[in-house]
């Protein structure tokens, strides 16, 4: 079957650096993507990779190893306005998205 | 409009009732998708067009159907809502379905209760 694995809740300090990694099993690749998702509201994208590396894009940076399924996304000097669930979805071998389940990032002062 | 909207924003539905989600994109985007997100899940792909005149299922599509006639609008009908239908819809649409960005872009979302 095809799996995304990611925390389910994180808790980080305004100003600090957390990273939110993702594993992922599917039938396939085609890029990694990230999305922003605020309570009550529609998913944003932030970052899409398809080669190993990182992407850097402002304060938000993301990696892939498609060698270890595995994938993180980097927000740095965090914000409150951070405090959102950050979605990894993978692209299959179909074209379709794969969803994690979402981790809840907590930002406190 | 810009962007996809979506209509109703939230419902009450009494089960066996047939109802439609209305989902309209004025970006031209080639495709888009009709997704459930339910607590502690991720989104789950419902149905997906990608273009207008096809359709596709996508990994839990029981219940439900859909329709293309043209670019900007791909409606979500249940035909007969069940308890186990109730869930926040996003509907999505990318400029196309294959490889290369292609990132999708979301709708507001329609918020559905079947009692």
């Known amino acids: 079957g095809q799996n995304i694995d990611q925390p389910t809740e994180m808790t980080a300090t305004e100003g600090a650096i957390v990273q939110i990694n993702c594993t992922y099993q599917?039938?396939?690749?085609?890029?990694l993507f990230w999305y922003q998702q605020h309570a009550g509201e529609a998913p944003t994208f932030l970052s899409y990779?398809?080669l190993d590396g990182l992407e850097e894009k402002g304060r938000f940076s993301s990696f892939l190893s498609r060698s270890k399924g595995y994938s993180y996304l980097l927000l740095k000097e965090l914000q409150m306005k951070d405090s959102a669930s950050y979605l990894c979805?993978?692209?299959?071998?179909?074209?379709?998205?794969?969803w994690g389940a979402g981790t809840k990032l907590i930002i406190k002062p | 409009i810009a962007g996809i909207t979506q209509a109703p924003t939230s419902q009450i539905l009494a089960a066996g009732r047939r109802m439609t989600l209305r989902c309209t994109q004025d970006?031209?985007?080639?495709?888009m998708y009709w997704y459930r997100q339910d607590l502690g899940l991720g989104l789950r792909l419902i149905h997906y067009?990608?273009?207008?005149?096809?359709?596709g299922k996508g990994e839990v599509p029981d219940g439900y159907s859909v329709s293309r006639a043209n670019t900007d609008d791909f409606p979500l009908t249940l035909a007969s809502a069940v308890p186990s239908q109730t869930s926040v819809y996003f509907c999505?649409?990318?400029?196309?379905?294959?490889?290369?960005?292609?990132?999708?872009?979301f709708g507001p979302g329609t918020r559905l209760t079947v009692l």
């Open positions: 999505a649409s990318s400029e196309g379905s294959g490889s290369g960005y292609n990132e999708q872009f």
């Open positions: 970006m031209r985007h080639n495709a």
């Open positions: 067009s990608n273009t207008a005149g096809t359709t």
């Open positions: 599917t039938s396939g690749f085609n890029g």
């Open positions: 990779n398809v």
């Open positions: 979805a993978v692209r299959d071998s179909n074209y379709q998205l794969i």
